[in-house]
């Protein structure tokens, strides 16, 4: 198709590969708004974690075609960019500037959005926005440029391509919250654990939630409408066959968090899930698990061992837990009563230790885990959860142990 338009002759590649670039630029910036769109299917073989990392390394391809685009344009094609002044440029070329400082900018607030303190709803009302404005804006330059898409033959493409993005934006911020609308909860408890943790326990007021496994977690919106983007990922802590009531346990971390953790009971929410991958059930022959969470990544982790529990499944679990201090060992004693019916090895490694404490202290390195996991284990699941310095300081160690890379998975909880 790209071959059979008008086209300098010169140089007549440089021209196709330029406007290549652009196209397959366009292609990726679609295919974005599917890959953050939490579609089931899409997540569920990965992972949102790898789905959202995916996200990023596509969003730097595509702003990489764009400056190809662009560049080759400037400096053989000079006069096909006309000018530069927004007041008297023409507008096709216009809008093309401003598809790409939107995506720019994208990139930009995002990389480094905790270094300039933009508050996370701030930023992510901004990304929805420059995402919309800056695909419209290459829809325009393709559609005001002309040159490929005034083919007859290239209607079908544009049509479909422009209807399948329209219908995930509409879908995602339209269909998708007023279905959630439609199936609402409500808070029926609040309660304190230790290391400032709050449980609270939802009763569903129109359909449950459909089957879920151990330790995947949902979009938890409380208080407010599906469309408010409150919406926050939280792990159900509760094992399935508890259900239809189920619980998240909440730590409260910024700004959203400390005002869900004073939810009342009555509170309306919603819950759109269930995503993620962090679970037992996908390891049916394993002979046993190694379990490392830190501070609140312990929710998973105990979602997990529910499930153990209630399927009195007989393989062994060796579970290490990193707090600050033994008193913030949320689920502690949970944890002990979860150990009468499950082969469960707990080996809680507080940072700050009491003088009379004999077991283990500081931060999880190699040393510790070699003195608690023995050879035989290196081939069981190792499943991590925590601060990002914890995770990468076991996977560091366990690696270092001979640990097969493919063997140890881990749940991020900074999604972005
Ligand atoms: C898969 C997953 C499971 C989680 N499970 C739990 C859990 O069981 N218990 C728990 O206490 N915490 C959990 N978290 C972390 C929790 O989502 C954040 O602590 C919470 O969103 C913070 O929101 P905030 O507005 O209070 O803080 P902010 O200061 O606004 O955000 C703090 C950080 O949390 C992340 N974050 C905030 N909002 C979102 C969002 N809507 N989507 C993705 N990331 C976001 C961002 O990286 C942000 O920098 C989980 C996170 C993920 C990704």
Known sequence: MLWGSDRPDATAFLWDFSMGCGFAALILVLMQFALTGRIRALTSPYGADIVYVFHRF???????????????????????????????????????????????????????????ALPYRAWRILHILLAVVGTLSAFAHVLGVGKYSAMTAAWPLWLGAATVWAGFVVWSRVLRPRALMRDPWRVVANDRERGGVHTLTLRPEGRPLRSWKPGQFAWLTLGNAPWALRDHPFTISTAPDRGPEISFSIKPLGDDSAQMVKARPGTIAYVDGPFGTFSVDREVDAEGFVMIAGGVGITPIIANLHALQSRKDARPVILIYANSTLQDASFREELDAIAQDVRLTIVHVPEEAPDDWAGES?????????????????????????????????????????TPANAISFEVFDLV
């Open 362 to 402: 500081g931060l999880i390195d190699q040393d510790l885990l070699q003195r608690h996991l023995p050879e035989a284990t290196r081939s069981w699941p190792h499943m991590l959860c925590g601060p990002a310095p914890m995770i990468a300081a076991a996977a560091e160690g366990l690696i270092a142990l001979r």
């Open 58 to 116: 596509v969003s730097w391809g595509a702003v990489g075609l764009i400056l190809l685009h662009f560049g080759i344009l400037y400096l053989w094609y000079q006069p096909a960019l006309g000018e530069l002044n927004p007041l008297t440029a023409r507008w096709e070329l216009t809008v093309a500037r401003l598809g790409l400082l939107c995506f720019a900018l994208m990139i930009l607030t995002s990389e480094l959005r905790k270094r300039i």
